[in-house]
T-cell receptor
Framework: ETGVTQTPRHLVMGMTNKKSLKCEQHLGHNAMYWYKQSAKKPLELMFVYSLEERVENNSVPSRFSPECPNSSHLFLHLHTLQPEDSALYLC???????????FGPGTRLTVT | AQSVSQHNHHVILSEAASLELGCNYSYGGTVNLFWYVQYPGQHLQLLLKYFSGDPLVKGIKGFEAEFIKSKFSFNLRKPSVQWSDTAEYFCAVLLFSNKLIFGTGTRLQVFP
């Protein structure tokens, strides 16, 4: 059981497609995050939102576009991705950015 | 650049054996430290955390970790592992900038 949910759990998309990943947290937290988990590499922080404002963009290519409409929801809009973008994308939330983070189950993305 | 090193990539133990997983970080400032665990097919879960105070912290399921500031280390221990501890373990360091950096993970296999 997790307080952070992610949809879809699996996604296959072509390089010309546009898709979105959704994250929802039910913990009353004020900060939300996107991470990329690739095989044999550490989790890579992509974006941080605190109180619905983006406070960190970790040099992520513009083909990844985050959106945080409120403190409970976070989206990652994807367009013209590359095969090397195939990975597990994890969403997390925390009370604020100085506290421990709680992770969702992830979306397994495959770019063909 | 700041980094987190987990030197043991794959550990294989028999049940009842003792466990110690190494974690070292390269950052001279104030840090908060975490161990996360990912059981097969499940999401990342917080195992334990250190913010301040007693450098020996206890987490769930009999795990503990010791923060040794002079060695920039936060090693995870368990005196007697169980088959159900089979999982991947991630050390993470929260920097003063509120950026969470993960190690590459250690895969633990416990055989009955």
């Amino acid at each position: 059981e997790t307080g952070v949910t992610q949809t879809p759990r699996h996604l296959v998309m072509g390089m010309t497609n546009k898709k979105s990943l959704k994250c929802e947290q039910h913990l009353g937290h004020n900060a939300m995050y996107w991470y990329k988990q690739s095989a044999k590499k550490p989790l890579e922080l992509m974006f941080v939102y605190s109180l619905e404002e983006r406070v960190e963009n970790n040099s992520v290519p513009s083909r990844f576009s985050p959106e945080c409409p409120n403190s409970s929801h976070l989206f990652l809009h994807l367009h013209t991705l590359q095969p090397e973008d195939s990975a597990l994308y994890l969403c997390a939330s925390s009370q604020d950015t100085a506290y421990e983070q709680y992770f969702g189950p992830g979306t397994r993305l495959t770019v063909t | 650049a700041q980094s987190v090193s987990q030197h043991n990539h794959h550990v294989i133990l028999s049940e009842a054996a003792s466990l110690e997983l190494g974690c070292n970080y390269s950052y001279g400032g104030t840090v908060n430290l975490f161990w996360y665990v990912q059981y097969p097919g499940q999401h990342l879960q917080l195992l334990l955390k250190y913010f301040s105070g007693d450098p020996l912290v206890k987490g769930i399921k009999g795990f503990e970790a010791e923060f040794i500031k002079s060695k920039f280390s936060f090693n995870l221990r368990k005196p007697s592992v169980q088959w159900s501890d089979t999982a991947e373990y991630f050390c993470a360091v929260l920097l003063f900038s509120n950026k969470l950096i993960f190690g590459t993970g250690t895969r633990l296999q416990v055989f009955p």
